[in-house]
């Protein structure tokens, strides 16, 4: 079963692709979008093993010369040494103007590669195989690629489209547990964004297993409300913000755990700590927060963290990338299905917070 | 004197604007495109004294709370080293998506500042201000930014467009005669392309004497020549190949001469060896080559230099970043105003150049 969803950004319209097992025939999918030409698979010691060298030798034997270029495997590897070592690399094999680049791999290959891929010649063609739940429904889709700071998380990047997006749902069967649960945790903020079906089909999703199960129509309706968004802002000038609900406090509670707390699960404190505030403040209404805590905690999603509330996640909050003349843009939900945004001074909503999260003193 | 050109990618529009003495009023310019914000002027060793404390004050009494942020002087601050240390003092001063960058310098300033901009945060805002006589008629019309890798120049970097651009003529004043000389190669590329009007206007210019009198005719008719072109085609595609005139056999012995050679005088060698080539394939009317070099000549251009012909300008030629599937193509004259594209393979090219070209062996 295929299903196609498109993004139409301004800058570069594309497909995405549903397919199960999608990835055993990787030529197949390719040559429905790109002529032939030189392809380099950028992925990493995890996937690569998986993966990389039947896709390799399937694209070879279809007439694309193909390599693979393997990175570490973590967050570390989305810095400037490693950067400079894949574009340096792309260079000695002459990779052309007209070739292309696969990104396969978990989030930090996508931004990695995607990156790589939109300065080398001052960008080149590539396409995204995620390999995580949290890639297939979050960063993979949206053009946006990254490297980290020692001062923060995706400081540096570009906005770069890929010319195509194969997600594969059966690769998650290999995933460990908690990997899955937080790829739900961005599949959730989605749900209770976009409301009605996508919103009551995650009340079903009371395991891993469930999860598997459902994945195909989960992996669609969040790539379908992202795409909408990504369609109408695809820089984040304004609509495009919405997709940052939970991330506010959530980017800062990650920061403070230090490596602690997944992506995904700082995502979920977020989501639910800021949703609980904001129907005590009475602009989204009794109960949503508890709906929520449920559907997060049927996957083990955490709710708090102790990171929360200490000085190093206040450092961070005033610190966000997001801040614009120390406004804060901040997310709420006026029902589920409506999203809005609330503009505050980033000094009141330090006092906010101080006054409604757990205070520690580190 | 104001001249005012309009560039009009789909990415950004923008507007270059051409007044004399324009830089001792920077703040009255700024103020016309930008809302208050913080700035940060990236600049280099040599511009900055001349230039930037002036410029930082007038901008932080205006409202524009400003900083100074200086680059060594040359082509080696076009580098991974350097694009990392300029980024990391952006994200220390915590420059936020809604500041800005202006570019003070020539075009490694603009490249380097230019890149840099457009990475940030996934971009900020940037102001270019030229002060060379190659960067105000080439390098900051356009939205290409670069660093070079050790295998080639500029083979890392983006299409990113600035808010304005502001030429000063006046600043040509202070430049060494070697550095007007190089930026009236590009002037001549781009008049030769024109025809008519900006063709006969260099008729007249004979002395760098000359060519100060009549920089900002000849500044306003390159930029709008260019402006067109790029309006028609962004990221080069097709159309803005045009802008490759004589850079094909420029850019090799560039590298070959390995620094001796300004980027300008690189462009007048390959312009004038690539029109006399064609002129000997018929398909650049006879004389078209010796009324160029005339034009050259009375700068200083070369018209040749020991480093065409050798085993590093071929090994150059073949690893041309605008090689597309080992096909070249070459801009040539139909006659003087009538730009036209020709293809061929590498391979024969090389037959070609090594028949009609001085060969050495070192």
Redesign the interface.
């Known amino acids: 079963m295929t299903q196609t969803i498109k993004v139409e950004p301004?800058?570069h319209p594309y497909t995405v692709k549903i397919i199960f097992q999608g990835l055993r025939h990787l030529e197949t999918h390719i040559s429905r979008v790109w002529s032939k030409?030189q392809i380099v698979i950028i992925t990493d010691e995890h996937v690569g093993p998986l993966y990389a060298q039947q896709a390799c030798a399937h694209l070879s034997a279809a007439g694309y010369p193909t390599k693979v270029l393997t990175i570490p495997a973590g967050e570390q590897s989305k810095s400037?040494s490693q950067l400079?070592k894949v574009?340096?690399q792309l260079?000695?094999w002459?990779l052309?103007?007209?070739d292309g680049i696969i990104a396969l791999g978990g989030g930090v290959v996508g931004d990695l590669a995607g990156f790589a891929a939109?300065?080398?010649?001052?960008?080149i063609a590539v396409i995204q195989v995620p390999t995580s739940l949290l890639a297939q429904v979050d960063s993979s889709v949206g053009g946006?690629t990254?490297i980290d700071?020692?001062?923060?998380k995706n400081?540096?990047?570009?906005?770069y489209q890929p010319d195509f997006v194969l997600i594969d749902p059966a690769v998650l069967q290999t995933l460990p547990q908690r990997l899955l649960a937080e790829g739900y945790g961005e599949i959730l903020k989605c749900a209770i964004m976009a409301g009605s079906d996508f919103w009551n089909l995650t009340a079903h999703i009371q395991s891993c297993t469930a999860l598997l199960q459902a994945a195909p129509q989960l992996i669609s309706a969040s790539v379908s409300f992202k795409a909408a968004v990504v369609t109408a802002d695809e820089?984040e000038t304004q609509q495009r913000q919405l997709l940052n609900l939970g991330h506010t406090v959530g980017h800062a509670v990650e920061i403070a755990a230090a490596g602690r707390l997944f992506h995904g699960e700082a995502v979920a404190i977020g989501l639910y700590q800021l949703t609980r505030l904001f129907e005590k403040k009475q602009l989204t209404p009794n109960g949503t927060s508890t709906l929520l805590a449920q559907r997060l905690q049927a996957l083990g999603l955490p709710l708090a963290d102790p990171a929360l509330g200490t000085p190093a996640f206040y450092q961070a909050l005033q610190?966000d990338?997001?801040?614009?003349?120390q406004q804060l843009t901040l997310i709420y939900l006026k029902k589920i299905g409506h999203p809005a945004f609330y503009e505050l001074p980033l000094a009141e909503a330090m006092t906010w917070f101080k006054h409604e999260l757990p205070q520690r003193s580190h």
Chains 1, 2 share one sequence.
């Not at 939109?118 to 960008?123: D, E, N, P, V």
């Not at 400081?155 to 906005?159: A, E, H, R, Y």
């Not at 990338?321 to 003349?325: A, V």
Request: proline fraction near 3%; hydrophobic fraction near 30%.
């Open positions: 301004r800058s030409r400037w400079e574009v340096n260079a000695a002459h052309s103007r007209t939109s300065i080398y010649l001052r960008g946006k990254a700071l020692p001062t923060g400081l540096v990047g570009t906005f820089t610190h990338k997001k801040l614009k003349q």
